[in-house]
């Protein structure tokens, strides 16, 4: 897939209107009852980048990482400054945050998950796009090094250990992340004149799948 490992700026970012969505098919039935279904096991984030602007600055930024993204072309890194820690978002990173596998004595690459829980049930959302340097990891609840006994694939967000955790042991992460996106349009809109009025463009941006 053609990606940019390039964040969009953060400051940009910040402010603009998004989240996750999901697609569900629902077929109601003669009876009243509902039969409901979905074609997606994984969920997906939409933003609107024109939001964050502030300054035709602003503008001149956007539209110059568009142009090198190629519009659609490319996609690129986003974050959310909604949910882009491991931990809550008030909260700082460390090694037990997440749960994200249990050791066979063989495995040594497991893919950094987040857990979404809410009552009796979870999602867990795979996490392709970590932050360089947040990065931390524990076996049994103790705290690895990396560079020593893990790397982490900053492009796919597979973690690899040097030996593989003992069967049975409970294998944790925490981490910063970015989302994997691109823009939803070739074209942007901008009137200077409208948008000295308080009127900003609309720039979609979509997540991808990894």
């Known amino acids: 897939m053609s990606f940019h490992e390039t ?10 209107m998004g989240g996750p969505e999901r697609r569900t098919d629902v077929v109601e039935l003669r009876s009243g009852h509902e039969e409901r279904n979905t074609p997606w096991a994984q969920s997906r984030r939409r933003f609107d980048a024109g939001l964050g602007l502030r300054s035709l600055d602003d503008i001149a ?3 110059a990482f568009f142009e090198a993204r190629r519009g659609q072309l490319y996609g690129f890194r986003w974050k959310d400054w909604s949910d882009y820690k491991s931990c809550l ?14 050791g066979d004595g ?9 857990t979404y829980r809410s009552g009796g049930a979870s999602y867990a959302r795979p996490i392709a796009k970590p932050v ?5 990891a ?9 560079g020593v006994h893990f790397e982490v694939d900053l492009a796919t967000g597979l973690i690899t250990f040097a030996e593989p955790p003992l069967a049975g042991v409970e294998v944790s992460a925490g981490f910063e992340f970015d989302v994997p996106v691109r823009f939803d349009s070739d074209r942007i809109s901008v009137s200077v004149a409208s948008f000295q009025a308080g009127q ?3 720039v979609p941006v979509i997540e991808v799948r990894v």
């Open 7 to 16: 964040r969009f700026p953060a400051d940009l970012s910040f402010g603009a």
């Open 61 to 63: 930024q956007l539209l």
């Open 89 to 102: 978002p008030s909260g700082t990173v460390s090694a037990g945050d997440q749960v994200i596998a249990h």
């Open 106 to 114: 063989v495995t040594r690459v497991f893919q950094l998950i987040k």
């Open 132 to 136: 360089a340097g947040t990065v931390l």
């Open 138 to 146: 524990a076996v049994q609840d103790v705290e690895m090094r990396e």
């Open 200 to 202: 900003v463009p609309d």
